[in-house]
Nanobody
Framework: VQLQASGGGLVQAGGSLRLSCVPS????????TAWFRQAAGKEREFVAG????????YYSDSVKGRFTISKISAKNTVYLQMNSLKPEDTAVYYC?????????????????WGQGTLVTVSS
């Protein structure tokens, strides 16, 4: 499985961006995809996750109500719609996939990772 993440960029505080993640080679719906982010000098942290089967979604408290994770199975794509962006959302955003339908919030739980896309929010 290879994951291709895209959609990052520079945006002003209060603006929006949409990230996309395409997990090529995903051969089963018994899987979960999550977005993580890593700011400079900080550990990688869970942002949001979604189950391919059922579509259940999960969010960190820091983005709940501002970010929305979704998927279009026919396009084999997971999206992260980010609204009301804040400077503290600035980070490299990674998408990741694990086999099994549980959305975990820890990095070791995910086997496959994308290359990351940079999101910069200016104040």
């Amino acid at each position: 499985v290879q994951l291709q993440a895209s959609g990052g960029g520079l945006v002003q505080a209060g603006g929006s961006l949409r990230l996309s993640c395409v997990p090529s080679g995903r051969s089963s719906n018994d899987a979960a995809t999550a977005w993580f982010r890593q700011a400079a000098g900080k550990e990688r942290e869970f942002v949001a996750g979604i189950r391919w089967s059922g579509g259940n979604t999960y969010y960190s408290d820091s983005v709940k109500g501002r970010f929305t994770i979704s998927k279009i199975s026919a396009k084999n794509t997971v999206y992260l719609q980010m609204n009301s962006l804040k400077p503290e959302d600035t980070a490299v955003y990674y998408c990741a996939l694990r086999w099994g339908s549980t959305v975990h919030t820890t990095t070791p739980s995910y086997t496959y990772w994308g290359q990351g896309t940079l999101v910069t929010v200016s104040s």
